[in-house]
Protein backbone atom coordinates (compact mmCIF):
# COMPACT_ATOMS: atom_id res chain seq x y z
CA UNK A 1 0.00 0.00 0.00
CA UNK A 2 1.70 3.54 -1.11
CA UNK A 3 1.70 6.21 1.81
CA UNK A 4 1.30 9.46 0.54
CA UNK A 5 3.01 12.64 3.06
CA UNK A 6 1.86 15.92 3.25
CA UNK A 7 4.03 18.84 2.12
CA UNK A 8 5.98 19.69 4.88
CA UNK A 9 6.60 16.21 6.19
CA UNK A 10 8.42 15.52 2.91
CA UNK A 11 10.29 18.54 3.10
CA UNK A 12 11.21 17.95 6.58
CA UNK A 13 12.83 14.55 5.73
CA UNK A 14 14.61 15.15 2.35
CA UNK A 15 16.16 18.55 4.26
CA UNK A 16 17.03 16.31 7.51
CA UNK A 17 19.14 13.61 4.82
CA UNK A 18 20.57 16.64 3.01
CA UNK A 19 21.92 18.37 6.01
CA UNK A 20 23.28 14.78 7.51
CA UNK A 21 25.21 14.40 3.68
CA UNK A 22 26.23 18.31 3.71
CA UNK A 23 27.81 17.46 7.77
CA UNK A 24 29.68 14.79 6.13
CA UNK A 25 31.12 16.66 3.40
CA UNK A 26 31.88 19.35 6.07
CA UNK A 27 33.62 16.49 7.62
CA UNK A 28 35.94 15.36 5.29
CA UNK A 29 38.03 18.49 4.33
CA UNK A 30 41.08 18.32 5.62
CA UNK A 31 41.54 21.08 8.15
CA UNK A 32 44.57 22.93 6.35
CA UNK A 33 42.31 23.15 3.05
CA UNK A 34 39.83 25.95 4.06
CA UNK A 35 41.46 28.11 1.41
CA UNK A 36 41.42 26.09 -1.66
CA UNK A 37 39.48 26.95 -4.31
CA UNK A 38 39.87 26.46 -8.27
CA UNK A 39 39.94 29.86 -10.23
CA UNK A 40 40.94 33.26 -8.67
CA UNK A 41 37.13 34.09 -8.87
CA UNK A 42 35.52 31.25 -7.43
CA UNK A 43 34.57 30.98 -3.51
CA UNK A 44 36.92 29.62 -1.07
CA UNK A 45 36.04 26.59 0.90
CA UNK A 46 35.31 28.57 3.81
CA UNK A 47 33.25 30.45 1.71
CA UNK A 48 30.84 28.14 0.22
CA UNK A 49 30.45 26.22 4.09
CA UNK A 50 29.55 29.58 5.29
CA UNK A 51 27.22 30.20 2.22
CA UNK A 52 25.44 26.14 3.64
CA UNK A 53 24.78 27.96 7.07
CA UNK A 54 23.29 30.98 5.70
CA UNK A 55 21.17 29.02 3.25
CA UNK A 56 19.57 27.40 6.44
CA UNK A 57 19.47 30.93 8.27
CA UNK A 58 16.93 32.18 5.57
CA UNK A 59 14.64 28.76 5.58
CA UNK A 60 14.15 29.87 9.62
CA UNK A 61 13.99 33.36 8.47
CA UNK A 62 11.09 32.60 5.77
CA UNK A 63 8.75 30.48 8.10
CA UNK A 64 8.81 33.56 10.53
CA UNK A 65 7.39 36.04 7.93
CA UNK A 66 10.90 37.52 7.29
CA UNK A 67 10.93 37.73 3.62
CA UNK A 68 12.86 40.45 2.38
CA UNK A 69 16.48 38.66 1.44
CA UNK A 70 17.60 42.01 0.76
CA UNK A 71 18.38 42.47 4.17
CA UNK A 72 19.22 38.92 5.71
CA UNK A 73 21.50 39.40 8.87
CA UNK A 74 25.06 38.21 8.59
CA UNK A 75 25.04 36.23 11.37
CA UNK A 76 28.54 36.15 13.17
CA UNK A 77 32.15 36.23 11.36
CA UNK A 78 33.24 33.50 9.04
CA UNK A 79 34.74 31.41 11.49
CA UNK A 80 38.43 29.84 11.11
CA UNK A 81 38.08 26.50 11.24
CA UNK A 82 35.57 23.94 9.75
CA UNK A 83 34.62 22.84 13.29
CA UNK A 84 33.22 25.72 13.82
CA UNK A 85 31.53 25.82 10.76
CA UNK A 86 29.89 23.19 11.25
CA UNK A 87 28.65 23.99 14.61
CA UNK A 88 27.38 26.65 13.71
CA UNK A 89 25.74 25.11 10.60
CA UNK A 90 24.16 22.63 13.00
CA UNK A 91 22.68 24.96 15.81
CA UNK A 92 21.08 26.69 12.91
CA UNK A 93 19.80 23.74 11.24
CA UNK A 94 18.20 22.63 14.75
CA UNK A 95 16.96 25.89 15.17
CA UNK A 96 15.16 26.40 11.75
CA UNK A 97 14.14 22.44 11.61
CA UNK A 98 12.32 23.44 14.82
CA UNK A 99 10.56 26.39 13.36
CA UNK A 100 9.31 24.06 10.22
CA UNK A 101 8.13 21.88 12.14
CA UNK A 102 6.35 24.05 14.49
CA UNK A 103 4.11 24.83 11.19
CA UNK A 104 0.53 23.52 10.33
CA UNK A 105 0.56 22.00 7.10
CA UNK A 106 -1.50 25.21 6.10
CA UNK A 107 1.01 27.56 7.82
CA UNK A 108 3.68 25.40 5.33
CA UNK A 109 1.85 25.82 2.02
CA UNK A 110 1.11 29.54 2.55
CA UNK A 111 1.27 32.14 -0.36
CA UNK A 112 3.94 34.92 0.61
CA UNK A 113 5.37 38.04 -0.27
CA UNK A 114 9.47 37.10 -1.38
CA UNK A 115 11.30 40.27 -2.06
CA UNK A 116 15.14 40.34 -3.35
CA UNK A 117 17.22 42.57 -5.50
CA UNK A 118 16.21 41.61 -8.43
CA UNK A 119 11.97 42.57 -7.37
CA UNK A 120 9.37 41.01 -5.22
CA UNK A 121 6.47 38.80 -5.78
CA UNK A 122 4.27 36.26 -4.54
CA UNK A 123 5.40 33.06 -4.22
CA UNK A 124 4.22 29.58 -2.34
CA UNK A 125 6.00 29.16 0.75
CA UNK A 126 7.04 25.40 -0.20
CA UNK A 127 8.96 26.83 -3.56
CA UNK A 128 10.77 29.42 -1.66
CA UNK A 129 11.68 26.53 1.10
CA UNK A 130 12.89 23.65 -1.48
CA UNK A 131 14.78 26.71 -3.66
CA UNK A 132 16.47 27.53 -0.49
CA UNK A 133 17.47 23.94 0.36
CA UNK A 134 18.23 23.53 -3.58
CA UNK A 135 20.92 26.23 -3.72
CA UNK A 136 22.54 24.53 -0.38
CA UNK A 137 22.80 21.47 -2.42
CA UNK A 138 24.12 23.11 -5.43
CA UNK A 139 26.36 24.61 -3.01
CA UNK A 140 27.31 21.09 -1.32
CA UNK A 141 28.46 19.66 -4.80
CA UNK A 142 31.01 22.36 -5.53
CA UNK A 143 32.43 21.56 -2.14
CA UNK A 144 32.15 18.24 -3.31
CA UNK A 145 35.19 18.84 -5.95
CA UNK A 146 36.96 21.31 -3.72
CA UNK A 147 37.37 18.76 -1.68
CA UNK A 148 38.95 16.32 -3.90
CA UNK A 149 41.24 19.27 -5.26
CA UNK A 150 42.08 19.51 -1.59
CA UNK A 151 43.10 15.91 -1.45
CA UNK A 152 40.09 14.90 0.89
CA UNK A 153 38.02 12.20 0.48
CA UNK A 154 34.19 12.41 -0.88
CA UNK A 155 32.23 10.51 0.59
CA UNK A 156 28.90 8.14 -0.67
CA UNK A 157 26.01 11.39 -1.47
CA UNK A 158 23.11 9.80 -3.42
CA UNK A 159 24.91 7.11 -4.69
CA UNK A 160 28.84 5.65 -4.10
CA UNK A 161 31.80 7.84 -4.46
CA UNK A 162 35.61 6.86 -5.49
CA UNK A 163 36.11 6.95 -1.92
CA UNK A 164 32.88 5.29 -0.02
CA UNK A 165 30.78 2.82 -1.10
CA UNK A 166 26.91 3.71 -1.13
CA UNK A 167 25.26 4.73 2.09
CA UNK A 168 22.02 3.29 3.48
Known amino acids: MLSFMKARETFLQVWEKEFQTTCRVFKAFPVDQLDVKPHERSRSVRDLA ?13 VEGKNDLRNVPKGPPLPETMAEILTEYENVHRDSYAKVSRLSEEEFDRTITFITFGGSGQLEQPEV ?8 VHHRGQLTVYLRQAGGKVPSIYGPSSDEAMRR
Not at 50 to 62: H, S
Not at 129 to 136: A, E, I, K, T, Y
Request: aromatic fraction near 10%.
Open 50 to 62: WQCVGDERVIGMV
Open 129 to 136: LWGNLMDQ
